[in-house]
């Protein structure tokens, strides 16, 4: 009588398997993050788009160092983890506030008058 279990005690390539598939989840989620800051940063006027979304990449980092810390990933690692995630979101992030024009910030902080 055979067992259907999930897993086949003669694969005994699982653990890479699954570390290469984990690896391609968090370049998905990485991606879909990525995606859900642009979205959010283009509700903001058109010049304040870079400071919107580097500081919802800044979030982003946070929230994937957060992940990494809870599922005790290696930093250096051979796949994607979560940490690259976050130093890719903070490198764009650093980025991105060079392009921010604090002219533009604080002329929509002000409110106009009439």
Do not use: Y
């Amino acid at each position: 009588m055979q067992r259907n279990d999930q897993f086949d005690r003669k694969d005994f390539n699982r653990p890479a398997r699954e570390s290469r598939e984990q690896g391609t989840v968090v370049l998905w989620n990485a991606v879909l993050l990525f995606g859900l800051c642009v979205m959010f940063a283009s509700l903001a006027p058109g010049e304040l788009f870079a400071a919107s979304l580097s500081s919802l990449l800044v979030f982003a980092t946070v929230s994937c160092a957060i992940t990494a810390l809870m599922r005790g990933e290696v930093v250096l690692e051979d796949r994607p983890t979560h940490w690259d995630a976050a130093a890719a979101f903070l490198a764009m992030s650093i980025v991105l506030s060079w392009f921010v024009d604090p002219e533009a910030i604080g002329a929509f902080m002000t409110p106009e008058t009439s």
